[in-house]
């Protein structure tokens, strides 16, 4: 089981830039998938990015990539999204996610598990 906290949100201006942390905590944090999704106001969960356990593979939402970065550092226990250029269509809580220990499947952007509580990301205009 793991446990994951997320910080680094808050208000920002059009165009500027954020980093978001999760950090896991738990059994062997390094052996899950990671993930992270936004949910925007009267809209559905979506998928952001994730970066997997085993080769360290990065996946990205296509309306968002060469925009978002997710990154690991396993020392830390810690991944990050670094986001870049934002506008207030990405206004959303932004939670982070992990699914395994050792996950084998091929989805990326399904699956998870293990949820934080989310931090709330204002892209103001």
């Known amino acids: 089981q793991v446990q994951l906290v997320e910080s680094g949100g808050g208000l920002v201006q059009a165009g500027g830039s954020l980093r978001l942390s999760c950090a896991a905590s738990?059994?062997?944090?390094?052996?899950?998938?990671m993930g992270w999704f936004r949910q925007a106001p009267g809209k559905e969960r979506e998928f952001v990015a994730a970066f997997t356990w085993s080769g360290g593979r990065t996946y990205y939402a296509d309306s968002l990539k060469g925009r978002f970065t997710i990154s690991r550092d396993h020392a830390k226990n810690t991944v990050y999204l670094q986001m870049n250029s934002l506008n207030p269509e990405d206004t959303a809580v932004y939670y982070c996610a992990a699914k395994g220990p050792y996950y084998t499947g091929t989805s990326y952007y399904t699956g998870y598990t293990y949820w934080g509580q989310g931090t709330q990301v204002t892209v103001s205009s």
């Open positions: 738990g059994r062997a944090p390094s052996s899950y998938d």
